[in-house]
């Protein structure tokens, strides 16, 4: 975790400390491993200029990497359908072509975060660990962020969970749609151009624009 979000989010050590005992007494493997599980939240919070909600990580082992839809450079040619989803919309919206690699560490480090509400999930079990007191803290990041960045934040909600922290985006630059997932996507999310609208929001607030094919 970057120095700038441990003090932002150090009221959040007890929370933190209370899920790491859970998670230690889990009788099955979760996803991602440890040393990843905070992996969004290593870039500064300073450097964030798109915030990208994701739901939970994939529960197939060794597929999620601490990047809300990305998967390890490793998982191919076959991806997650809803990343394939995405990488469609990419080349539907920017007219340009995409790799079908999909790590996603690229747009990473352009400044986009990718932020699961909840960040880990057991193998097999998708949602397993929505009780277990990861959107209490996800909602804390989100909130510090807008607090941060006002409107030079672009914020992309794709489906219901993701739109539940609307709220704690007050004064962002709010982009919403249906979630890229194989049932919603036809109803809402092709088409929807978040990549070429985001791009906009942000030249249009002196921010540079994200190069989302590469």
Known sequence: M????????????????????????????????????????????????????????????????????????????????????????????????????GDLTKWAAQGVMLLNRHLTTPVGRAGGHENLGWARFTDRVVEELAKRQGDKLVSILWGKQAAEVEPLLVGTQIFKSAHPSPLSAARGFFGSKPFSKANEALLNVGRKPVRWDS
């Open 2 to 101: 970057h120095s700038t979000w441990q003090h932002a989010l150090g009221d959040c050590r007890d929370l933190l400390l209370l899920m790491e005992v859970s998670l230690a007494g889990e009788n099955r493997k979760y996803m991602p491993i440890d040393q990843r599980i905070m992996r969004a939240l290593e870039i500064s919070m300073d450097d964030v200029k798109v915030l990208i909600i994701g739901q939970d990580p994939y529960p197939t082992k060794d597929v999620a990497i601490g990047l809300a839809f990305a998967v390890d450079l490793e998982v191919e040619p076959k991806l997650p359908r809803s990343l394939q989803n995405i990488l469609k919309e990419v080349r539907d919206d920017l007219g340009s072509r995409v790799r079908r690699k």
